[in-house]
């Protein structure tokens, strides 16, 4: 079964730093362009960043510089660090793998508050 697993998210005050993980199953992973979305509530949900099946990142509009994305092809997950978090970037964040189909098969999401 396809499964993409999200972890980590939470609560945090404004300038703390969170990792998020994503646990895939292998046939969605390997070879597959991952990478991480968020909605906030309200918004439409965006890219924050993307990651190819050899490493080559790139990250939404503006939101390069406190986001890092990376992958462990070894553990089928990807991962993203969010430094200095800011009250903007509370959201659900989800994981996503896009096929050699042109789908985008999604995570169930989880949720990053940060306080002021």
């Known amino acids: 079964q396809v499964q993409l697993v999200e972890s980590g998210g939470g609560l945090v005050q404004a300038g703390g730093s969170l990792r998020l993980s994503c646990a895939a199953s292998?046939?969605?992973?390997?070879?597959?362009?991952m990478a991480w979305y968020r909605q906030a509530p309200g918004k439409q949900r965006e890219l924050v960043a993307g990651?190819?099946?050899?490493?080559?990142?790139n990250y939404g509009d503006s939101l390069k510089g406190r986001f890092t994305i990376s992958r462990a092809n070894v553990r089928s997950a990807v991962y993203l660090q969010i430094d200095n978090l800011k009250p903007e970037d509370t959201a659900v964040y989800y994981c996503?793998?896009?096929?050699?189909?042109?789908?985008?098969?999604w995570g169930q999401g989880t949720q990053v508050t940060v306080s002021s």
């Open positions: 996503a793998a896009a096929t050699s189909l042109g789908q985008l098969v």
């Open positions: 292998r046939s969605i992973f390997n070879g597959n362009t």
């Open positions: 990651i190819t099946s050899g490493g080559s990142a």
